[in-house]
């Protein structure tokens, strides 16, 4: 009896010395395993920030390995993966951290939204308007929402980008009024296409509800007007173009004289294109201006004083056409003009470019002050590639 007493006595501090020092290989495993987790998400940081991204989806993918229960390495793995174009491991990784059922909520909406972005990314249209519907009511409702519209606008589904940029709007988000405009005039436009011409014009008339100053549905409604032959109501639409946007007025500038000259209303429309060119001194309404214009000596004149202010080719190839047109050399003062405006339009084209970066001199340099590289200009002036 007193044998097994001993014994027994003996036998408790040998079981707790060898229960303590399994304790301690465990936690030096332990250690060991957090130790190694932030050693390689560090130096995946320090990867990335060298710009070597393959480098660091090694680095990223082993401290995943350590420590499969972070959802931060997930997200940097997942977004490294989406930034280099590997949308179907971002989607398998971002997925993977919406499958733990311990996500906590913000990093569970975290997850969702990033695998949006992936969906989005990788053209997945119908994917991506799902997994953003998802987003609705968290705190990444605004960027789902306005991901929503480009996501409409992408698919061309206007009337319901017409719907989500009202919502937008309603929310506070900002104004979307301009873009709305734009959505009614490509409503228009497809209904134009389907022959449907009273759908058409309702979506105009929308387009300048929603966009008062907007001036594409302006544009578009004097150009229907041209075509169906409507040449005076064309006039009076774009009359209103010249007050409201006189800059975009020189995209129908051109038309603008045409649709004058059939509808007889030549004197006047010269008259206003006039004091639109003294408010925007552009090509096309040079143009438009000299097409009304029956003075052959006023039309030079006008090219002469545009060429002394702006420089420019298009100036040029109308001088020398009215010279032309009048069988007619140019006069010394017109030849000056036209140095001018060659040597403006040449010297952009006197460059050398480094075929390594893209960067451009005057001057031909053996060593790129770009990206430093040798021999990486070719000996060649752009004009003569």
Request: glycine letters at 4%; one cysteine or more.
């Amino acid at each position: 009896m007193e044998f097994d007493l001993y014994w027994l006595l003996l036998a408790f501090p040998i079981a707790f010395l060898m229960g303590w020092m399994a304790s301690r290989l465990d936690l030096r495993q332990s250690h060991r395993e957090e130790r190694a987790a932030p050693q390689a998400y560090f130096k995946g940081l320090n990867l990335l920030l060298n710009e070597q991204q393959d480098k660091a989806i090694d680095a990223f993918i082993e401290a995943v390995q350590h420590d499969p229960d972070t959802s931060d390495l997930h997200f940097a793995l997942g977004n490294l993966f989406r930034r280099r174009g590997e949308y179907e491991r971002a989607i398998r990784v971002h997925q993977h951290l919406l499958s733990r059922a311990d996500l906590k909520r913000d990093a569970r909406e975290r997850a969702q939204h990033a695998l949006a972005q992936d969906f989005m990314k990788a053209g997945l249209l119908d994917r991506a308007e799902a997994a953003f519907k998802a987003l609705e009511g968290t705190v990444f409702t605004t960027d789902a929402q306005l991901a929503l519209l480009s996501l409409h606008e992408r698919s061309r589904d206007w009337h319901a980008a017409i719907d989500k940029a009202a919502r937008l709007e309603t929310a506070g988000t900002g104004s979307f009024s301009q873009r709305t405009a734009h959505h009614w005039c490509e409503v228009a436009h497809e209904a134009d296409a389907r022959s449907q011409p009273d759908e058409a014009e309702q979506a105009l008339l929308n387009a300048r509800k929603a966009a008062p100053q907007a001036a594409r549905p302006l544009v578009m409604q004097g150009q229907r007007l041209t075509r169906q032959g409507k040449h005076a109501q064309a006039m009076r639409i774009w009359d209103e173009l010249m007050v409201i946007q006189p800059q975009s007025f020189a995209l129908v500038a051109m038309d603008y004289a045409k649709t004058a000259q059939l509808c007889g209303e030549s004197d006047a429309a010269l008259s206003k294109l006039k004091g639109l060119y003294q408010q925007v001194p552009t090509v096309d309404v040079l143009h438009a201006l000299n097409a009304l214009q029956p003075d052959a000596t006023e039309r030079r004149q006008s090219l002469m004083t545009h060429m002394t202010s702006q420089p420019s080719l298009s100036a040029a190839q109308g001088l020398i056409q009215e010279r032309i047109n009048a069988h007619a050399s140019l006069d010394e003062s017109e030849i000056e003009r036209l140095q001018q405006a060659l040597a403006i339009a040449a010297k952009p084209l006197q460059r050398y470019r480094c075929a390594a970066c893209g960067f451009e001199s005057q001057h031909y340099f053996w060593q790129c002050p770009g990206c430093q590289g040798w021999d990486t200009y070719p000996p060649r002036r752009l004009e003569d590639q």
